[in-house]
């Protein structure tokens, strides 16, 4: 990725979940192709956005936690700065502002921009995180409302890798596979059958089944589990999985790192699905009752499989076929 040199700066406010803020990371990739901007700020849940800085076209990070956003929100009417306000010290600085905080409220785009405006001119666009009535990918959606507030073409040739591991990724990476005893330089492909909603986790006796595919055609399946995923099982499950290697208890930046030294994933709609993707690994995405048409991660080599909502919490060998079949294609 090659960006611009000068001296503007890009701030991106974004509360949602992993999966959430990938799907808006092309944003920050467009402020520096089509806008100009040189540096890019991120504010977020730092446990969701740990490993933008350096890794992706964000410069630096801060946490959504330790700012009086709420201040914001208030009426318009009664809200004002004062001198040497804490808020111009997260605000100030910069001229382009997308926000997907407070896009449903009618106070706090106007006192997001009084207060920039209170040290220097910036451009505000609010997005909402979803858009009902917005069938097409939702990324797309981001990109063309950003581009159309500041009247320019929304046309951008997309990042081979919108995430793009450090050499030390690798390093890490082969380190935390070798010590549950696998060979890194054996093909591996990462399953991971949780999510952070029940209700989009395929039946996960199929991804057991499929692992057992992907082990008949000579690659090494490695189960990467939740605390969730523990404690939604039951012990038929848990002692089905025995028989596969299994990391658990990794930070996200360690699943990153896994991530970077694997030849494949295999997962459902969730932030790791997106972040496999946003890797340019070799992906499939398992839907159910949501749309890959506006949600399926954003990745080079990403598929989906779109599973009838009815069948998605059964057992099903014909869907599992049609997975084995979908990876094998990308791998």
């Not at 793009?164 to 492909?189: F, K, M």
Request: glycine share 6%; charged share 20%.
């Amino acid at each position: 990725m090659q960006f611009p040199e000068c001296g503007q700066k890009g701030l991106i406010i974004h509360p949602g979940a992993i999966g959430d803020g990938l799907l808006a990371l092309p944003l920050a990739v467009f402020l520096k192709q089509r806008l100009g901007i040189s540096q890019v700020d991120w504010i977020g849940r730092t446990e969701y956005i740990e490993f933008y800085p350096g890794r992706s076209a964000v410069d630096r990070i801060r946490s959504i936690e330790s700012i009086p956003m709420h201040r914001l929100f208030q009426d318009e009417k009664t809200f004002d700065v004062e001198d040497k306000d804490p808020l111009f010290q997260y605000f100030s600085g910069y001229q382009q502002v997308i926000s997907f905080l407070g896009s449903d409220n009618p106070h706090f785009e106007q006192n997001l921009l009084y207060t920039l405006h209170c040290t220097q001119s910036a451009h505000v666009v609010m997005l909402p995180l979803d858009d009902p009535d917005h069938s097409d990918h939702i990324s797309g959606l981001y990109l063309q409302r950003t581009a159309s507030e500041n009247e320019i073409d929304p046309d951008l040739q997309p990042a081979q890798n919108i995430l793009e591991p450090y050499p030390n990724d690798y390093v890490a990476g082969r380190s935390i596979l070798e010590e549950i005893g696998i060979n890194p330089d054996h093909s591996i492909i990462l399953i991971h059958p949780g999510s952070g909603g029940a209700a989009k986790c395929w039946n996960a006796q199929n991804f057991i089944h499929l692992a057992e595919k992907i082990k008949k055609e000579g690659h090494e399946p490695i189960f990467l589990l939740g605390p969730a995923e523990i404690e939604r099982w039951d012990e038929k499950i848990i002692k089905s999985l025995s028989k596969f290697p299994i990391l658990t208890e990794l930070s996200l930046t360690q699943v990153l790192q896994v991530l970077a030294c694997a030849d494949g994933y295999v997962g459902n709609d969730s932030g790791i699905s997106h972040l496999a993707a946003a890797m340019a690994k070799p992906t499939l995405a398992v839907f159910g009752p949501t749309d890959p048409a506006k949600f399926a991660p954003l990745g080079i080599k990403s598929k989906t499989l779109k599973v009838d909502p009815a069948e998605f919490k059964n057992q099903s060998p014909e869907y599992v076929q049609k997975a084995a079949e979908l990876l094998l294609e990308i791998l």
